[in-house]
């Protein structure tokens, strides 16, 4: 079995509500203080939409998982949204929250603290409201493959999220940096993508699954950035106090970069 294939392999036993408990309930989603990382990480995407050069018709979400709080900021700025994931049973999480189904993750917590960084006012259940009206479509996908979502977009994205993918994803560096490749093959030349991860982590725990993480610097993503023929414009990092150091993974680190994909010449 190729290490691609077992990486697909270890992530069918992946419990999106025990990832969602690790990573995104008390106590480690704490928003007492904007210095903690979710505040830093929900700051990080509102500053970069706040600047107005990030829009356009449609933007898309490589590997959403069961979370939507990297969509919250851009809803104001597209007219649709495409989230995706390799599995079933995160697109199915996805569902059940657009259609506010019963018993699904409240994430009120993320959107009410959005709502008040962006400072215009917004209530909480209208930000709610739109972006459920805005997330569209919800596609398998495989960065894996050098047509990510199977048959091309019928028009490349405007722009493009994703958050904790491709490193969770990737058994080493280069399939990091092929995986970047594939996925800005959707994104149109100009398109401006917003990728937040993991830094210098090996794994991660999701119920049952332990899943592999390629260990990633700063400097292995601004490489593999710049080989994809992006230019960045802005790269931040938050490192990873001790308290929240809890076993769940063993993450350092946590990075956001804005990247603008350079037209080929
Ligand atoms: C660590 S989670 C990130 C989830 C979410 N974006 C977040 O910010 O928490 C990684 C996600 O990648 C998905 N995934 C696994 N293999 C993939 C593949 N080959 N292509 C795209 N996504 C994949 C998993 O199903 C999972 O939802
Ligand atoms: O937002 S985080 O930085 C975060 C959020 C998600 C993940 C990680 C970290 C690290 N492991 C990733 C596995 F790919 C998933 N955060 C970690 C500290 S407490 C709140 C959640």
Redesign the pocket.
Known sequence: MSSIAAVGESYQKFNPRA?LQ???MP????FTSED???P??LRCLAEAFATGEIHGHTLIDIGS?P?IYQLLSACDHFEEIIATDYLEVNREVLRQWVQDKMDVFDWSPYIKHVCKIEGRGEQWKEKEQKLREKLRQILPIDVHQPNPVGSPLRQLADAMVS???L??VSPDRLSFERALKNVTSLLKPGGHFLL???LE?SF?L?GEAK?S?VPVSEADVKEALTKSGYKIHDFRS?I?PPS?KIG??D?NG?FFVHAQKQPVV
């Not at 106590?27 to 704490?30: E, H, L, T, V």
């Open positions: 990832y690790n990573n995104y106590p480690r989603a704490d903690c990382v979710v830093w990480k998982g979370t958050t904790f993918c490193e969770a937040i991860g993991a982590e991660y999701a899943l993480v938050y990873m929240l769940v993974d993450v946590v």
